[in-house]
């Protein structure tokens, strides 16, 4: 299967950043806003939904805490809306989203 860099994706197709984005990979997700870092950063997108599969990312070597690190060093705020299992779930949000967009 091949991989690519969501930012590399983005920029090579002209594609404009999104407004909402859902990130669920499994345990990676600790490395994914590297992927897709320039993209995330634009105030265009102003909503992430995540799943943080807790188990899987220590296995891989990271953890939940650096999945919400990168997103928080990103200027996202992070909301807790539940869990499944060892899995949780988090939305992300700009502080200055206008809630009408």
Known sequence: METRRGDDLVNERGLSPPNVCKIDIGGAEYLEPEGLRE??????CCRIFCEIHTEKIREIGGSAKE????LQ???FE???????????????????TDEGQ
Do not use: I, K, M
């Open 78 to 96: 992070l909301e807790y809306l539940g869990d499944r299992r060892a899995n949780y779930f988090v939305e992300a949000s700009q502080p200055n």
């Open 73 to 75: 060093e990103l200027g």
């Open 39 to 44: 993209t995330l950063s634009d105030p265009a």
């Open 67 to 70: 999945a919400e690190t990168l």
